[in-house]
């Protein structure tokens, strides 16, 4: 087994989550192309990456597993249809100027895992999360309250994220071969996609010889690079540091958001932020003090 690596997990974990605070850049780079178009081509994309980096990068006995277990690949079919609407959901966010709301979306995300938690996998939630929960709760019933109207995009985000995580506990395969298992399921429908479409731009031939085009392509190994990154690192750093580690992305969207894209910033979008802050650094409070009695 190969020896723990600090520096080298720091150096591949913040490679994943650079890349995916950074993505909105890339896919502003799409906007002329619709967002189902975009997740239809980066499902066919990263299942044709993914399956050639399978071939260099080896598992072995993940196909044999599935195979002695089918009820995972029914697990996978769920995962990837979650993942696939979440992708959908952040694409068509970033390119209607709704990346504040993406970003909340993935601050959220960690207290929903520990909501999802206690109420399927009866979990106790200690003091201090449940005052955590409680202040995201009240974060998004104040932007409720302020604005009028769900954060529908932030929720859709962390609640779809955070059932992808949840099922893919149900169905423990490793991070490349589970996502290529996803991706080629949702082939077909790819695929249905484009015929129903006979309009779309990656339709026709002379669209292939354009600039979009060849981002499409990029998108299958945009979306691999993180992913094994990630996985990587995760063998080198302790999955807490890792947790901590992931407010590195929406902290980048943000930025780019107000930032670069000149998103407007609104008291209430701030004040639902500040609830949301406080809550996470009442989470990550309570994972320390828990490691430590640990």
């Known amino acids: 087994m190969q020896a723990a690596n600090p520096r080298r997990g720091y150096i ?28 239809v081509n980066r499902v066919l994309w990263s299942a044709l990456f993914g399956s050639l980096l399978l ?30 609407v979440n992708w959908l959901t952040y694409v068509w966010a970033v390119n209607n100027d709704r990346m504040l709301e993406a970003s909340l979306g993935y601050y959220i995300n960690p207290l929903v895992n520990v909501l999802l938690g206690m109420l399927l996998l009866g979990e106790r939630l200690r003091r201090l999360q449940w005052l955590a929960v409680g202040l ?27 059932f992808y995580g949840l099922i893919r506990k149900q169905a423990p395969v490793k991070a490349l071969p589970g996502l290529v298992v996803e991706t080629w399921i949702l082939v077909p ?22 600039k979009e085009a060849w981002l499409l392509v990029a998108a299958g190994p945009a979306t691999l690079i993180p992913l ?30 107000v930032w670069v894209f ?29 490691l430590r009695r640990g």
Request: charged share 10%; proline share 5%.
């Open 55 to 84: 071939l260099f990068w080896k598992h072995p006995g993940w196909w044999q597993e599935l195979r002695d277990n089918p009820r995972r690949l029914g697990v996978l079919a769920i995962s990837g249809l979650l993942i696939a």
């Open 262 to 290: 000149g998103e407007h910033l609104s008291e209430a979008t701030l004040m639902a932020f500040m609830f949301i802050w406080a809550g996470l650094a009442i989470y990550t409070l309570d994972a320390v003090l828990t």
């Open 12 to 39: 591949l974990g913040l490679t994943a989550y650079i890349i995916w605070g950074i993505f909105p850049l890339y896919f502003k780079l799409l906007a002329s192309v619709p967002a189902a178009e975009i997740i």
């Open 136 to 162: 995201a709760a009240l974060g998004v019933a104040q932007q409720v309250w302020q604005v009028g109207s769900l954060p529908w995009v932030s929720l859709v985000l962390a609640l779809s994220f955070g």
């Open 189 to 210: 429908l790819a695929i249905g996609w484009l015929l129903m479409h006979p309009e779309a731009n990656s339709a026709h031939t002379e669209f292939w010889s354009s």
């Open 228 to 257: 094994v990154s990630f996985n990587a690192a995760a063998r080198h750093l302790p999955y807490t540091t890792l947790g901590f580690m992931q407010y590195i992305a929406p902290t980048l969207v943000l930025i780019l958001a």
